[in-house]
């Protein structure tokens, strides 16, 4: 059985940093694409980033490049999300998915889902 745990969500001040964990269990994830995705209220789920696990191929989408950065950790099979200079617009919920296209950024190419875990930035 699948699953990916998100964890490291919270509140913190604009400008600020944070770092959401993914936690993946359950199959070999080592040809999959590991994304994070995020939706704000009355907004629908969007596209952030994404890795390719086996190559480390990483995209963004454009309003997070240069203040978020998406890493991973083979070993351990985690998925980090280091989030900086946070802004009030970045306050959602955030999903990390995982999915055996080589790239995706569309919430339907995604098979596997976690619960998400809350970010909200205060101005």
């Known amino acids: 059985q699948v699953q990916l745990v998100e964890s490291g969500g919270g509140l913190v001040q604009a400008g600020g940093s944070l770092r959401l964990s993914c936690a993946a269990s359950g199959r070999t994830f080592s040809r999959y694409t590991m994304g994070w995705f995020r939706q704000a209220p009355g907004k629908e789920r969007e596209f952030v980033t994404a890795i390719s696990w086996s190559a480390g191929k990483t995209y963004y989408a454009d309003s997070v490049k240069g203040r978020f950065t998406i890493s991973s950790d083979n070993a351990k099979n985690m998925i980090y999300l280091q989030m900086n200079s946070l802004k009030p617009e970045d306050t959602a919920v955030y999903y990390c998915?995982?999915?055996?296209?080589?790239?995706?950024?569309?919430?339907?190419?995604?098979?596997?889902w976690g619960q998400g875990t809350q970010v909200t930035v205060s101005s």
């Open positions: 998915a995982a999915t055996s296209i080589a790239y995706a950024n569309v919430p339907g190419h995604y098979e596997y």
